[in-house]
């Protein structure tokens, strides 16, 4: 067997008392599309703020193509391949879009300005944002600020990248657009976490989802799988039909 | 005109501007001018901080205290001709730059602030209490810069130096360091996920910061050839805030033409005894409120909306 892209196991965190991840183990091949879902505070946000260097861990390992992640700071493991999104998009409101964009081309501290130019503008156009590369990314409207969190991603080149809630106040119409990306990229190589409440996005998407709850993987299956598991329709009850 | 020829024609205009004026002007007023140069890299060097990174400080009058100090003592102790003088002030100012800035790293905000105040102050207090090396508040005999030089010989070099040093910071800002600056200023953690290293350029803007305030400071010292600690108080702190912040601090031409035009006015308004400051800092606040770019920045926007309007009239 080659070795998964990301490999997770025995991951702990605890916030004071409070257990947000429960030795959480997790295999996560090149190429795949996974869903991840689960209830409010189910851990979700805290995993992928581990694997991208925001928190540091409990207890456990995480390697990414074999190598640890644990320790590495954020911008390190940006430029190692390892990108992400944000639940609350961060922009740079004051910069341009295309500053936007530029800050994680010229990151490297190699690459030129015009190559890293070169590449955002073909980015913006795939996210038909092209025309508001020189507006200032505090003009843009909610689901066009989560286009161009996707494109500054993608400015990375990233193995992977991982999604929280990109659909959050986005309009099905852009959502429908943001889905062909998605695959797009994911067709392309690019492996993809992708967090969302968003059930049917989910189950569009990814051939496989994984279900958190209390920090606990409680499934880890097909669309299919997950919908008719009693554990993900128990931890969901009190949510959505309590 | 594109706008691009218009501001490197306003440059030019600007800086022969300068140039011509120690032709119409007495020495009083060539000094005093040649002091606003000084408070010009102050409050350029400040805003490159504030403006560009976010990150506040009150340690910068103190930051040229120190350099002022780290070069006359180089002159004195060590025999340095007084441009290594001013080497010496640059490096020091930028190491004690460096360390605040990596012993700040994770404060924001009012923590930050107080945390650079507690710093400027003991600067200030080691300086009037060393007295064996410093002369206390008595004051410390400088070296001139030039021996048997003019006003208008320090004038020009003033003003060279300062046009060198916002030269070299406008090129900084404007290579990917200002974007990574920026980037930090509106959003640590995105600016994080995107592969900018922020504890680096946190900590290596504040030296270099620091380090321009520390050659402003060098310079002043072997100008006026007498400096106090009273050079490193918060009420200079609060003196260099205004300039920039009247001028414009998100842009480090405007904050150090900020610089300038106080230094012209404290002098202008001297009658008014203390209530310069007062009025100073009414003015800041205004400003603050009703000009975030500051006057220079709400000038020039007004004027590019002009010659915009004028160009789609034709
Ligand atoms: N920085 C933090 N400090 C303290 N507790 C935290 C912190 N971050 C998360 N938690 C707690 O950890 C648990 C998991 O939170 P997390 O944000 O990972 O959930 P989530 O699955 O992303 O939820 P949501 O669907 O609402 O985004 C919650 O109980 C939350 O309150
Ligand atoms: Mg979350």
Known sequence: MTTPQLEISGLIKRFGGLTALNSVDLSIGQGELVGLIGPNGSGKTTLLNIVSGY????????????????????????????????????????????????????????????????????????????????????????????????????????????????????????????????????????????????????????????????????????PDETRNDPAVLDAYLGEQHG | MTPQRARTLALGVLLAGFAVLPLLLGDYWIYTLTIGFYYAILAASWALLVGYVGRISFAQAAMAGLGGYASALGVQHLGLPPVLG?????????????????????????????????????????????????????????????????????????????AGCLVLMGLLLRSRLGLFFQSIREDEDGAASLGVNVTL????????????????????????????PSMMSLQEMGIVLAMAVIGGFHNVLFAALGGVALQVLLEALRELGEWRLVAFGLVTLLVLRLMPNGIFGAAVATIAARMRRNGGDE
Not at chain 1, 124 to 133: S, T, V
Not at chain 1, 184 to 208: K, P, Q
Not at chain 1, 209 to 215: A, E, Q, R
Request: some cysteine; aromatic content about 8%.
């Open chain 2, 201 to 228: 350029w946190k900590m290596v803007a504040f030296a270099i910061s620091s380090a321009f305030a520390g050659l402003a400071g060098g310079l002043y010292g072997h100008f006026v050839q007498l400096i106090t």
């Open chain 2, 86 to 162: 001013l080497g010496l002030a640059v490096l020091v100012s930028g190491a004690l730059g460096l360390a605040i800035g990596w012993l700040t790293l994770r404060l924001h905000g009012a923590y930050l602030g107080l945390t650079t105040i507690a710093f400027a102050e003991i600067l200030r207090i080691t300086a009037t209490a060393e007295y064996g090396l410093t002369e206390g508040s008595r004051g410390l005999q400088v070296a001139p810069l030039l021996t048997g030089g003019s006003r208008t010989e320090y004038y020009y070099l003033l003003l060279g130096v300062t």
């Open chain 1, 55 to 222: 928190y540091p861990a409990d207890g456990g390992t995480i390697r990414h193509s074999g190598t640890s992640v644990l320790g590495k700071a954020p911008h390190q493991l940006a430029r190692q391949g390892i990108g992400r999104s944000f639940q609350i998009t961060k922009l740079f409101k004051r910069l341009t879009v295309l500053e936007n964009m530029l800050v994680a081309g010229l990151s490297d501290g190699t690459t030129s300005r015009a190559a890293a130019t070169e590449r955002a503008m073909g980015l913006l156009a795939d996210l038909r944002l092209e025309r508001l590369a020189h507006e200032r990314a505090a003009s843009l409207s909610g689901g066009q600020g989560k286009l161009l969190e996707f494109a500054r991603v993608m400015m990375l080149e990233p193995e992977i990248i991982l999604l929280d809630e990109p659909f959050g106040g986005v309009h099905p119409e852009l959502k429908r657009f943001m889905h062909e990306r998605i695959a797009a990229w994911n067709a392309a190589g690019v492996t993809i976490i992708l967090i969302s409440h968003d059930m049917g996005s989910i189950f569009e998407l990814c051939a496989r989802v994984v279900t958190l709850s209390y920090g606990d993987i409680i499934c880890d299956g097909t």
